[in-house]
């Protein structure tokens, strides 16, 4: 009876994150074909979501179903989520484990991504492990052809957003391929 009653009362002090996390895992099956099972994306079309910011996730979700972010295969896979769905699914791959890149790097281009990135100061939205925090999302490990499509989405206002706007609006194509080679690399 004891044995009963610690088991019980341990299951009720669990953090609701746990819950959340457990939810979201059963309703990624529809995410893994572009996203990978555990949010790391095998393709280099789509972003790995493992280990990217609850609250990132969150917000991309919600801004494809609001039709605030443009993408005709996600807007229609999310339009049916509910706002508790997000929130489980945005649990569930922010705490999975994000794979390193595997894609091929040249040292010298990664220095100068290195030095965009500190002149563009970028640590501070993606903070100085570019893991991000909050609303600001990961970039480090990111798919190489990802990040380059998003920052030049951004810089040519096919993506709009209040920083990331103006930030991009003066890179070279050179520059981007060297800002992604340089987080694609962390």
């Keep these: 009876m004891k044995l009963k009653l610690i088991v019980c009362a341990a299951a009720l002090t669990l953090p609701t994150f746990l819950f959340s996390a457990t939810a979201g895992a059963a309703k990624s099956d529809s995410c893994a074909h572009c996203h990978g099972t555990d949010g790391n994306s095998t393709s280099s079309a789509y972003p790995s979501l493992a280990g990217q910011t609850r609250e990132y996730i969150y917000r991309q979700i919600k801004a494809f179903k609001e039709g605030s972010r443009k993408n005709s295969m996600m807007s229609t896979a999310v339009v049916v989520l509910s706002d508790q769905d997000m929130q489980d699914l945005a649990e569930y791959f922010s705490g999975q484990t994000m794979v390193r890149s595997t894609a091929k790097t040249d040292p010298a281009i990664i220095e100068q991504g290195k030095r965009i990135a500190a002149?563009?100061?970028?640590?501070?939205?993606?903070?100085?492990?570019?893991?991000?925090?909050?609303?600001?999302?990961?970039?480090?490990?990111?798919?190489?052809?990802?990040?380059?499509?998003?920052?030049?989405?951004?810089?040519?206002?096919?993506?709009?957003?209040?920083?990331?706007?103006?930030?991009?609006?003066?890179?070279?194509?050179?520059?981007?391929?060297?800002?992604?080679?340089?987080?694609t690399s962390l």
Excluded at 128 to 149: A, D, M, T
């Design 119 to 183: 002149e563009a100061q970028c640590v501070a939205c993606h903070q100085p492990n570019f893991k991000g925090l909050n609303e600001f999302p990961r970039v480090s490990r990111q798919k190489y052809p990802y990040i380059v499509k998003q920052l030049k989405d951004f810089r040519d206002g096919a993506r709009v957003s209040d920083v990331m706007g103006p930030t991009a609006q003066n890179l070279t194509d050179e520059q981007i391929e060297a800002l992604a080679q340089y987080l």
